[in-house]
């Protein structure tokens, strides 16, 4: 079975860093479905939340190779069920200013963006940026929403996890 | 007069000062623009440097250096073209676990990134095969960067380690300290096993019926022979390896069967593919050329695999009794708590019964090569033997018998051809009284065949063998096997002459083309302690053979 698992690498942050991951990710054949890497609260020490594909036993030598790199201090297989996940989204919509059904198309897209908990970031020149924050499911549904109307561009990160506890 | 730990020198010379305070003998390299600060230094240093005549070479020297010393070889090169001449002598040394420090230097820091002259991206090109690598920016990264390099080739699962030496950094002075220790969060080998994995291992060793042994090169990288023999002789369990887990175990020890894998034996491959029900692998990677096939291997078997290398557990194999350490620790403890058995008859009467048939590429007169080899393996006295890669490679693996001749040196996990000749002349550079032999073929040597005058020059004891058969053997037998017989681009042609080769580089040639001939001219080779090639036309010598066999 090809299931998906996020797993988190606790890196030294020296240069080549990202290189030498992706490097390995690919080089192994690894199927990554996205990558978010970012600092930490401790100076030098970055983390990288990486969703795969694969079995069990793709898993294990993901999270070995990764630990044998030397900069890499832990790699954790992150259990959905005991971890947080947050996605992060900003999309640009254009809707029609000219006529009554204009301002309705920008209600609209208001009422979404209220009711999914997001925040209008700008808007102008018949144009919004709204930004969304939440699960994978969340993401996914606010896009579907937003489908029916004039998406001009959109950008996503990956995932960011936390075990609990 | 001493300085304390801090010194005011150029990048060069503290590079050159660890080199020695490392016990470095020698350097392996190629100069360039880049790099040539570096040779400079090493002018009147305890480090001699010695000159190949390409980076491939250089970085199979190394390999061939470390092999027999037990310590990181080192190879300089320059940047650009440099850097990638060693790539392949890298891969061949992280396959094989075999602990280089590669040292490179790069174009000036203000130019990199805009494709100056002899500019590659050295860093991420020698990433992936590189168990660390670095680019150094700055001087104040250059102590730590080295003891790093020096400390990661040659621990835990041993590898190589490159660092890129800006060329403005190494002719700039720094306040170096010399001090300075490197602190690896992320770099911990577990050295010695669980215990609670090796009594788990003991137990299941003691209730198996029809256990075994499969050694591999790890037993030697950690010099654990003498361990691994008590272990054998107390638990008297028979004994399969890999291609690298040669000379380990004499073979005529009566508990070794053989060697398992494409061109093993086939008794060993029916013993770990369904005979036994408990394998012990020990320091192997269970590679697919030594497991063949998916579910080939193992099928009635437990397996219970040691390894310093924790991602090699399980890669391949599915692991019953995993044991992550170093071989020769681990087996210590192990040796400690194991019962003594007594003596396997049982083992000697079975093998008595049974045919341990070489699995060896065998058309076009390939018989003489046994002979050859055999003829090799008489001289009684030590040598540092190395192979090239093709067929001459599988049959030296299996011939090449005397234990003063082993562990072979061979490329195995790359198969690099144009390994053999660099890497024996790097075996001659860790051991100086000692004769080396260079076991090639036709195609593998003209791979390298440039570093001969490496040789000369140095008037290294030097005997290669080229088994000359005008063609590319394994090439022309896969052509047999897998495509229908139609042959191409495997000819070789009769044009080279050897023996003028030899001596047009100031070394002596030898043309053996009758199997009288075999083992007086190899003999002679290896008593004149002089650079010498010989050419064994393998035809003309079958021919003979077949003549004398008639005649009689």
């Given at each position: 079975m090809r299931e998906r698992h996020i797993i988190s690498l606790e890196v030294e942050d020296k240069p080549g860093v990202l290189s030498r991951i992706s490097t390995l990710f690919s080089r192994r054949g690894f199927n990554v479905d996205s990558l978010t890497v970012g600092h930490t609260h401790i100076p030098g020490i970055s983390r990288f939340?990486?969703?795969?594909?694969?079995?069990?036993?793709?898993?294990?030598?993901?999270?070995?190779?990764?630990?044998?790199?030397?900069?890499?201090?832990?790699?954790?297989?992150?259990?959905?069920?005991?971890?947080?996940?947050r996605e992060f989204a900003i999309v640009k919509l254009a809707h029609s200013t000219k006529d009554e059904k204009g301002n309705e198309e920008a209600k609209a897209i208001n009422e979404i963006v209220d009711f999914y908990g997001g925040r209008m970031l700008d808007s102008g020149h018949g144009q919004l940026i709204v930004e969304f924050s939440g699960s994978e499911k969340k993401i996914e549904k606010v896009f579907e929403q937003l489908q029916s109307y004039k998406v001009l561009e959109s950008i996503r990160t990956g995932k960011l996890g936390m075990k609990i506890g | 007069m001493d300085l304390g730990a801090q010194q005011e020198l150029t990048g060069a010379e503290a590079l050159v000062k660890i080199l020695e305070e490392k016990g470095v003998e020698v350097l392996f390299g190629y100069p360039g623009g880049a790099n040539l600060p570096i040779f400079d230094a090493l002018i009147g240093s305890k480090v001699q440097p010695v000159l190949?005549?390409?980076?491939?070479?250089s970085i199979h020297?190394?390999?061939?250096?470390?092999?027999?010393?037990?310590?990181?070889?080192?190879?300089?090169?320059?940047?650009?073209?440099?850097?990638?001449n060693l790539v392949t002598g890298l891969a061949d040394a992280l396959l094989d676990s075999i602990p280089i420090v590669a040292l490179t230097g790069q174009i000036p820091r203000e130019n990199i990134g805009t494709d100056a002259f002899q500019e590659v991206d050295c860093?991420?090109?020698?990433?992936?095969?590189?168990?660390?690598?670095?680019?150094?920016?700055?001087?104040?990264?250059?102590?730590?960067?080295?003891?790093?390099?020096?400390?990661?080739?040659?621990?835990?699962?041993?590898?190589?380690?490159?660092?890129?030496?800006?060329?403005?950094?190494?002719?700039?002075?720094?306040?170096?300290?010399?001090?300075?220790?490197?602190?690896?969060?992320?770099?911990?080998?577990?050295?010695?096993?669980?215990?609670?994995?090796?009594k788990k291992a003991i137990k299941a060793i003691k209730n198996a019926e029809r256990p075994i042994v499969l050694i591999g090169g790890g037993i030697v990288l950690s010099r654990a022979i003498p361990e691994l023999l008590e272990f054998v002789r107390k638990s008297q369990l028979p004994v399969v390896r890999t291609l690298l887990g040669t000379g380990v175990i004499p073979v005529d020890d009566p508990l070794y069967i053989g060697m398992i894998g494409t061109h093993g034996n086939q008794l060993a491959n029916d013993i770990v593919q369904k005979e036994a029900d408990l394998i012990v692998a020990i320091g192997t990677k269970l590679g697919n050329r030594s497991t063949v096939a998916k579910g080939m291997f193992a099928q009635n078997a437990k397996l219970i695999h040691l390894d310093i290398d924790p991602a090699e557990i399980g890669k391949i194999q599915k692991v019953d009794i995993p044991i992550v350490g170093d071989v020769k620790e681990t087996l210590q403890i192990i040796n400690e708590r194991i019962d003594e058995k007594p003596i396997r008859e049982d083992v000697v009467a079975w093998k008595k019964g049974k045919k341990i048939e070489h699995m060896l590429p065998t058309s076009d007169n390939a018989e003489v090569l046994e002979v050859v080899l055999k003829a090799l393996s008489q001289m009684d006295q030590k040598l540092h033997?190395?192979?090239?890669?093709?067929?001459?490679?599988m049959w030296a693996n299996h011939y090449c018998t005397n234990p003063k001749h082993l562990p072979l040196i061979t490329s195995a996990g790359l198969g690099t051809m144009g390994f053999g000749l660099p890497a024996a002349i790097?075996?001659?550079?860790?051991?100086?009284?000692?004769?080396v032999v260079n076991v090639s073929g036709d195609g593998s040597f003209m791979m390298n065949m440039q570093e001969f005058l490496v040789a000369v020059e140095h008037q290294i004891p030097i005997v290669?063998?080229?088994?000359?058969?005008?063609?590319?053997?394994?090439?022309?037998?896969?052509?047999?096997?897998?495509?229908?017989?139609?042959?191409?681009?495997?000819?070789?042609?009769?044009?080279?002459?050897?023996?003028?080769?030899a001596e047009s580089m100031g070394g002596t040639g030898y043309e053996v083309h009758h199997q009288e001939m075999i083992f007086p001219i190899i003999n002679k080779a290896i008593a004149s302690r002089k650079p010498c090639i010989i050419d064994f036309d393998i035809a003309k010598i079958a021919n003979s053979a077949h003549l004398k066999a008639l005649g009689s």
């Open positions: 939340t990486i969703v795969v594909r694969g079995d069990g036993e793709v898993l294990e030598q993901i999270r070995k190779q990764s630990q044998k790199l030397i900069q890499v201090l832990t790699a954790t297989d992150l259990d959905p069920a005991q971890s947080v996940m | 190949s005549r390409h980076e491939q070479g020297m190394a390999e061939g250096y470390a092999r027999v010393k037990h310590a990181p070889g080192v190879v300089l090169a320059t940047s650009g073209p440099g850097a990638t860093f991420n090109i020698t990433m992936p095969v590189t168990k660390h690598n670095e680019l150094i920016r700055n001087n104040s990264e250059l102590v730590l960067a080295l003891e790093t390099a020096f400390y990661v080739a040659n621990t835990g699962r041993k590898g190589p380690c490159l660092i890129d030496f800006p060329v403005d950094l190494l002719a700039a002075k720094f306040p170096f300290d010399f001090d300075e220790r490197p602190n690896l969060p992320g770099y911990k080998p577990t050295t010695k096993g669980n215990i609670g994995q090796i033997v190395t192979t090239d890669v093709g067929r001459h490679q790097g075996a001659w550079f860790a051991d100086r009284g000692t004769t290669v063998m080229i088994i000359n058969d005008q063609r590319l053997s394994m090439i022309r037998e896969l052509q047999n096997m897998k495509y229908g017989e139609r042959h191409t681009v495997h000819d070789l042609g009769k044009s080279m002459d050897y023996i003028k080769f």
